[in-house]
């Protein structure tokens, strides 16, 4: 293994880590806007450094570029139907968590 | 290496048993809206599976029609089945809460009738299971050996669109006929346009040109990787779906003829060629080795706009008279 290698692999556990994170927020959050949080922390930072160790290891830069584009795709549908899905949590009157 | 081979064999034993789990909790949910969120569910670990077996056309094709689109229809059809029962969304229950009256005869026959059927379908499908030869080597060694002469470098398109064009003929009718059957409940009723909020907006004019540039892609390349014709199509249908979601109606002129033409071509330029082919080779859908690579993106352009505007009219017909996004919540 290169240093590349390296640096890629641990992207890929921080990554991982974001994406356990989320995931355990989406079942233990209290209400829908706390998960949605933890949903899309885990959509954006965590698929963001898997996405780069991958750009680390990509053949080419047209492989790379097509990596980038996933991700800021995510970013852009992720963030968008969040806003959505708390816009209509919000409209049907579901509180917002305190304490 | 080892330690890859494992996490290899560990994460497709999660995978299936997920995918069992997952079929299970779908078919057994008592709420209809999760039983069909766990059906979407059900449908991306199924691609996955699919990229496991290294069907990555079929994978592109589950994720997208089979996860994606399928789901859209769903949920479309269970917000209108609401608005018809006129209940709210636990209110709509597979297992209904009163204990149903007692059966008419004639509902019964047809209730013995369906297991019958089920059951004969089921032991045919069994026995054909059964009867295949316990050892083959299957047909991708004549595929292989034929692929030069198919005008196209991947063997799933050769396959679909050339050895076996008959069977995407056949399937183009299919569509077609689900679009009549549907029609044929309901017509397809004038709809309102409802200007979309602004995050929807934004989200869907930055979105369908990308759509259609990631369509005219999968179709492109279909010739030599995975892709084509229905991979794209339903690319396109889902840019389709979520225009309709947001609140942008086609022109009404648009909803004449240009829709029946856009429906239709696909089958019409399968049975045409189909036609031509069989006047001049003497052979249905046997391409001139020459012209083959042109017949078949032809071909699957025009199946690509018959499968994208089918899939999209089939959502608008399933979701039409009822208001898609404000009608569940506002009753409650």
Sequence with gaps: MTATDYAAACLFILGGIFFFAGTAGLLRFPDVYTRLHALTKADNVGLGLIVAGLVLQAESWLVAGKLLLIWLLVLFAGACVAHLVARRALRKGIRIWTE | ?332
């Design chain 2, 1 to 332: 290496m080892d330690g890859i081979i494992f996490l290899q064999w560990a994460f497709d034993a999660v995978l299936g048993l997920g995918l069992l789990w997952l079929a299970w909790r779908a078919l057994n949910s008592s709420d209809l809206f999760k039983a069909i969120v766990l059906f979407i569910a059900f449908g991306l670990l199924m691609a996955l599976a699919w990229v496991r077996l290294n069907a990555s056309d079929v994978a592109l094709a589950e994720a997208a029609i089979g996860a994606g689109l399928t789901g859209a229809l769903l949920l479309a059809a269970l917000a209108r089945l609401e608005t018809m029962t006129d209940q709210n969304v636990s209110g709509v229950s597979a297992h209904p809460a009163h204990p149903p009256s007692p059966t008419p005869a004639g509902s019964r026959f047809s209730r013995g009738l369906l297991i019958l059927l089920l059951s004969a379908s089921t032991a045919g499908m069994g026995y054909a299971v059964w009867s295949l030869p316990s050892y083959s080597t299957g047909l991708s060694m004549d595929v292989a050996a034929h692929l030069d002469s198919s005008g196209v470098s991947n063997p799933v398109t050769a396959v679909l669109l050339n050895f076996r064009s008959y069977d995407t003929l056949l399937e183009m009718i299919v569509l077609l006929l689900a679009v009549l059957g549907v029609w044929s409940l309901d017509g397809l009723p004038p709809q309102p346009e409802k200007p979309p909020a602004t995050v929807l907006e934004t989200l869907s004019r930055f979105l369908t040109p990308v759509f259609i540039l990631v369509a005219a892609y999968l179709l492109w390349v279909g010739a030599d990787a995975p892709g084509g014709a229905f991979q794209a199509g339903s690319v396109l249908g889902a840019t389709g779906v979520l225009l309709l979601l947001s609140g942008w109606r086609p022109r009404a002129r648009l909803m004449q003829w240009p829709l029946r033409l856009a429906l239709t071509t696909g089958a019409g330029a399968f049975i045409l060629l189909g036609l031509l082919t069989l006047l001049l080779e003497k052979q249905l859908l046997a391409y001139p080795v020459a012209q083959a690579g042109r017949m078949i993106l032809l071909l699957e352009s025009l199946a690509t706009v018959s499968i994208a505007a089918t899939l999209a009219i089939l959502f608008l017909s399933v979701s039409s008279g009822h208001k898609m996004k404000t009608g569940k919540e506002e009753k409650e």
